[in-house]
Structures are given as structure tokens and as C-alpha cells.
């Protein structure tokens, strides 16, 4: 090991270009959540990829209808089973198939626009990039690196989060590469987050020549839909954001069917959202509402652990020449398991970019380079 192995770090031929390249590559093979033969292609490249660089390569089947997963171990001399560092990340997207059609793989001056190269295939092909450039250099890291790559985040990890929990406790130190925060910053906590399935259960009728014998579920739902987003505060949200309903156009509906999401920064405010949610009631008594539970991410709050290791990673930060705050963030990720372990847990330090989720996904391409460089240098020096 270097006596200054951060500078070593800053010596590393990183090319800005060919990092772009093998993102594009990977950005090119579309992976949503719900498609577990998209996500198992896209596995099937990353476990390449790894493979290639000398780590041995476990696949671990999904289930509950989810893709596969992969866990990549590299040779260290620490002995084996040692703790070391994980590199958890997500290949599963929420852009459906086809989505390439409507954001292709395009570059417009210091932006590259795509599905998902933001969220999270970017942060994600940064760090193996890192993992890359030591290994050729033949800098030795303090401790052994695991990369795990999971399948089913974009939906709350359910089918996974049993795999990450056992994986992390084996580890002294969790790197999540998500997305910087807008500011470029890093993630040193996270909000608590619920799901809720909702269904509302009618009468149908005719909806032309006996409407009024009808229930409508629709409706019922509607009235629902207004309450539950008439609770949100500045301690616990929710947000009604899917909502299905009716096979006819002229038959009063059945059924109706909506997703919620509920948000809070303390554990107890969204304990207590839950509460209200799983207390709902129809306003019709000819319409049953029912309300189930569904993933939910604990929240996690940082300690001095993480803030040293957040530390150290804006000491790399600005030998490299650029700044990095540190925040609690709303929007889940698989670090508010780990972080809620009280395992040292860093986020937020994939890419910069903007428009995630949406048809104006993007990185801003000389971001590359800079939070590789971090992440190497967090590898090379986090003990």
C-alpha cells in the first residue's frame, strides 16, 4: 500500500470517454423492475463485467416473481469471510421496455440522456470503474470488496431485503452509488417509507338504464384519494400514485384499485401514518374499502460513524477539487436497511445528473471522472 494511497488514487488513467462508452452499454439494455428476464440480461452483462476483473461470481435466484441477483467477491488477503466493504447497488429500472424509443442513449453537450443512466446504472458502472483502475494499478484496498447488485429496488426491495440485511452484517462499511444529491452531494441518511394497496369493492349496475342501483367504486375511490393526500404534513406525506379502475364504460365499476406512498423523517411520524391509513373507512356502506400494507424502509439516521466516513469522503472529495455536503433525503434505497442496522453507511455517491424516472433522464458527463476518483479513493482508505 502506497504511504499515500489517495494520491495513487488521483494518478489512475480514468477516461472520461471510455466510462461513457461501457455505461452506454449497459444503459442500452433496458431492465424494469416487473420484467425478470430484462433484469436477468442485464445481470448476465454486469457478472460479465466482474468476472472479467477477477471476482468470483455467485447468481442468486429471485423470487416472488423478481429477476436474480448478483454477488461478486474479490481476492484479498484478509482471510476468508473477513469484513469488508459492500458495494450494494440496484439494476432494476422503472421505465418499462421500449423506453428507448422515447429517451434514446443521446448526448447533448455536457449531458448524456437515457433510461435509467442516472438511477442507477451510472453510479453503479462507476463503481466497478473504481474497483477497475485499482486492480490494474495493483493498489491493495484495507479490506476485501463485495459487490452486491440487486433487482427489485424501484418497488422497495421485497423480495431482497432478507439477501442485503444478511449481506451487509457481514461488513464493516456499506457504499451505496445512488444518484448525488442535486448539490453534488452525499446521502448520510434517509426518510422512513410505506406502501399501501388500496381496493374499493362496489355494486355494478348499467351505467345507461339503472345508474342509479350502482355503487361505484370509482367514486368511492376518488373520495378516498382526496383524504389521504389531505393528510400529508411536514412530518409524514402521502401521495396517491397509482390508481386503476372499471372494465366498462357503461357498467358502474366493481372495483377500483390504488397504490399509496407515505414518507415521514422519524420513524415514529410514519408509525403513526400508518396507523391512519390502516384506519381508513369507506364513506359508503354499500362500498368496502380495504387498505393493506406493503414494503416498508426503515428510517435511518446518521451517527458518528457515518459522519467520519462521510468525512473521509469530502477529504477525497477536495484533494480531487471539488466540495460535497451530506444530507438525509427523502426517496428510499436499499442503504436505509443497512443504515438502519447501525452498519456505516454512505449514499448518494454515484453520478450528477437530474430528471430520474422521467423522459429527461440524464448525467452530466464530466461527473464521471470526479465521483469515480472518490469512490476509488474510499476503497483504497475506509479501514
Known sequence: MPADPIAAVLDLPFDQEAILAGLCHWVACESPTWDAAAVDRMMDIAARDLALLGARIERIPGRMGFGGCVRARFPHSAPEGAPGVLVLAHLDTVHPVGTLQKLPIRREGGRCYGPAILDMKGGTYIAIEAIRQILRAGLATPLPITVLLTSDEEVG?????????????????????????????????????????????????????????????????????????????????????????????????????????????????????????????????????????????????????????????????????????????????????????????????????????????????????????????????VE
Open 157 to 381: 426491495s421485497p423480495s431482497t431485503r432478507d439477501l442485503i440485511e444478511a449481506e451487509a452484517a457481514r461488513h464493516k462499511v456499506v457504499l451505496v452509488p445512488e444518484p448525488a444529491r442535486p448539490n453534488g452531494g452525499v446521502v448520510t441518511g434517509r426518510y422512513a417509507i410505506a406502501r399501501f394497496n388500496l381496493r374499493t369493492t362496489g355494486r355494478p349496475s348499467h351505467a345507461g338504464s339503472r345508474l342509479s342501483e350502482g355503487r361505484s367504486a370509482i367514486r368511492e375511490m376518488c373520495k378516498q384519494v382526496i383524504a389521504i393526500e389531505g393528510m400529508t404534513t411536514e412530518d409524514c406525506t402521502f401521495s396517491v400514485g397509482v390508481i386503476h379502475g372499471g372494465q366498462w364504460v357503461n357498467c358502474v365499476a366493481t372495483h377500483c384499485d390504488a397504490e399509496v406512498l407515505s414518507m415521514a423523517k422519524r420513524q415514529a411520524d410514519l408509525d403513526a401514518g400508518v396507523a391512519r391509513m390502516l384506519a381508513l373507512k369507506s364513506t359508503n356502506p354499500d362500498v368496502t374499502l380495504e387498505v393493506t400494507r406493503g414494503v416498508t424502509r426503515p428510517v435511518w439516521e446518521a451517527d458518528e460513524r457515518v459522519m467520519a466516513l462521510y468525512r473521509q469522503a469530502r477529504s477525497i472529495a477536495n484533494r480531487i477539487g471539488f466540495d460535497i455536503e451530506h444530507q438525509s433525503s427523502g426517496g428510499g434505497s436499499d442503504g436505509n436497511f443497512t443504515g438502519a442496522m447501525g452498519i456505516p453507511t454512505l449514499d448518494g455517491l454515484g453520478v450528477a445528473g437530474a430528471g430520474a424516472h422521467t423522459l429527461e433522464e440524464h448525467i452530466m458527463v464530466d461527473s464521471l471522472v470526479p465521483r469515480a476518483k472518490m469512490f476509488a479513493g474510499l476503497l483504497v482508505s
